[in-house]
């Protein structure tokens, strides 16, 4: 039972683009933190981005920062993470987790999310 859906992951060249989608069911779309973490094999799991649903408040702890932007479609309750400039460093399994925005909070950090769906992979090579 997956609350959260990640697709769009898939193998790549350096340079190219991807955009991955978290389809949110099974709870309240509004009114949530929804962040986008990656984690390679051997490495910690590393925070991407956050969006606060419908509030239009985002967030990018840095390591992306300029190359993914995470956006929503609200009609269609999914996040999405658009990712260019692809470096073999972002070659990852990517997740989608969320968490009620309590107090309004939204931040990148990892302990806060308590949903998490299954992940896609992103490939990135030569």
């Known amino acids: 039972r997956s609350y959260l859906t990640e697709t769009g992951g898939d193998s790549v060249q350096v340079g190219g683009s991807l955009r991955l989608s978290c389809a949110i069911s099974?709870?309240?779309?509004?009114?949530?933190?929804v962040g986008w973490f990656r984690q390679a094999p051997g490495a910690e799991r590393e925070g991407v981005a956050a969006?606060?649903?419908?509030?239009?408040?985002?967030r990018y702890p840095g390591s992306a920062k300029g190359r993914f932007t995470v956006s929503e479609d609200i009609a269609k309750n999914t996040v999405y993470l658009q990712m260019d400039s692809l470096k073999p460093e972002d070659t990852a399994m990517y997740y989608c987790?969320?968490?009620?925005?309590?107090?309004?909070?939204?931040?990148?950090?990892?302990?806060?999310?308590?949903?998490w769906g299954q992940g896609t992979l992103v490939d990135v090579s030569s």
């Open positions: 987790a969320a968490h009620f925005a309590y107090g309004g909070r939204c931040e990148i950090r990892e302990s806060d999310f308590k949903y």
């Open positions: 969006i606060f649903t419908e509030r239009g408040v985002t």
């Open positions: 099974g709870f309240t779309y509004r009114n949530n933190c």
